[in-house]
């Protein structure tokens, strides 16, 4: 017993990093739950309350100028956007983005909006006062957001369907849902 003992135990403290790992990046929202609602200013000084967004499949899109991950998954979903956007979905009028941006600068922010192309018609972001602080900002906190990118796919009725899809993911599901 002694002889496995000094392999047992190693295995026990990775399993239990992984283990604990898991449940720190779990997000508080998951498939079946009502997305929360918020209110989001956008650029232009406009608000909106996702619940505004009711009756569209939504992609509540967490996402970071500093984050290099999340600026190269901006090319995908341009595409995805582009491609059902004013689309007619069995019980849902269309698709729509959120981007909520977690930053530390609101002109980065507004610098890699413009940069990527990011066209869809709702964007909002949370500031902090130092990066250390950015998964803090109320909505990050709210929905259990601990990295990014992070999202959530929200069906025309407010409930998250599906939580950090992905791309392929996205357009499955979109597809099999057209009209």
């Not at 998954?73 to 941006?101: C, M, S």
């Not at 407010?158 to 979109?174: A, M, V």
Request: glycine share 8%; aromatic share 16%.
């Amino acid at each position: 017993m002694k002889k496995y003992l000094k392999y047992i135990i190693p295995v026990l403290l990775i399993a239990g990093y992984y283990l604990g790992r898991h449940f720190y990046f779990m997000p508080n929202y998951h498939s079946g739950d009502v997305a929360y609602n918020f209110t989001g200013t956008q650029p232009n000084g406009e608000t909106f309350e996702l619940e505004d967004l009711q009756g569209n499949y939504v992609l509540l899109e967490f996402w970071g100028s500093w984050c290099g991950d999340c600026r190269a998954a901006h090319p995908g979903l341009k595409e995805i956007y582009n491609t059902f956007h004013n689309k007619k979905f069995k019980g849902a009028d269309n698709f729509e983005i959120v981007g909520v941006g977690l930053e530390t600068q609101k002109a980065r922010w507004l610098r890699a909006i413009e940069k990527d192309g990011l066209n869809w018609n709702y964007h909002t972001v949370q500031i902090a006062d130092r990066s250390s602080k950015m998964f803090e900002q109320p909505l990050a906190k709210e929905y259990g957001i601990r990295w990014a990118p992070s999202s959530f796919l929200i069906n025309p009725v407010g409930h998250i369907i599906l939580e950090n899809p992905s791309h392929r993911e996205i357009k499955t599901f979109l597809e099999e849902h057209l009209q």
